[in-house]
């Protein structure tokens, strides 16, 4: 059995101003972590369901790599840093807020702005990191420190898709909500997979 866990921290600094000529993406791409964060990603490393974990990815974002560190250092593992997790690009909003993106997204996974990727999109690309991972690290258990719509987006793959009364989407795996429109603080989704099978999602913070 291989195991693997999708960990996001949606605790960043909110606070911060960045030069104009500095792009959306640039800008996301550099959030730091919270105080707040970072005291939860160091408790998040004495969590008793990662403590059997071999093998360490993160996006190129620096919330995942903050968030990524102190597991990394307790377990003696290196961080391996892989573009194919890191969030979903947005493109040139306009005079779109992200709010209203997210949710023109959620409705179509076909939608993306221009120079933006659609959740379809994100979806296949994580499907496909996820599926050399299965054939790279058969039977071992692994941690991916990624973000909440890159997160979506592969669970989508296997869950059913429903909204919540703020037409936020929800999914679900076998009767249990995995994903309710809400993403606070950290995180934690464990998969487990019987070669390329799926056997369970479960949510496990």
Not at 22 to 40: A, H, T
Not at 64 to 70: D, E, Q
Not at 165 to 190: F, T, V
Request: aromatic content about 6%.
């Amino acid at each position: 059995m291989t195991t693997i866990y999708l960990i996001n921290n949606s605790l960043t600094m909110n606070n911060l101003s960045f030069p104009d000529k500095e792009s959306l993406e640039q800008k996301r791409e550099k959030r730091i972590l919270s105080i707040e964060g970072e005291e939860e990603s160091r408790r998040l490393a004495n969590n008793k369901d990662l403590q059997n974990v071999q093998e360490i990815y993160s996006s190129s974002y620096v919330m995942s790599i903050a968030t990524a560190k102190y597991l990394a250092r307790k377990l003696e593992e290196e961080i391996q840093i892989v573009s194919e997790i890191g969030e979903r690009v947005l493109g040139n909003l306009g005079d779109k807020r992200i709010r209203m993106v997210n949710e023109l997204q959620e409705n179509d996974f076909d939608y993306k702005l221009s120079g933006g990727e659609s959740l379809n999109e994100v979806k296949r690309r994580m499907v496909r990191f996820l599926s050399s991972l299965l054939e790279k690290h058969c039977d071992k258990t692994i941690a991916l420190f990624t973000h909440n719509v890159a997160i979506t987006c592969l669970l989508s793959n296997w869950c059913t898709k429903g909204f919540n009364l703020d037409n936020r989407l929800i999914l679900n795996y076998q009767d249990e909500a995995i994903i309710d429109g809400a993403w606070d603080g950290i995180n934690i989704i464990e998969l487990i997979f019987d070669g390329k099978e799926l056997v369970s999602i479960k949510r496990k913070k």
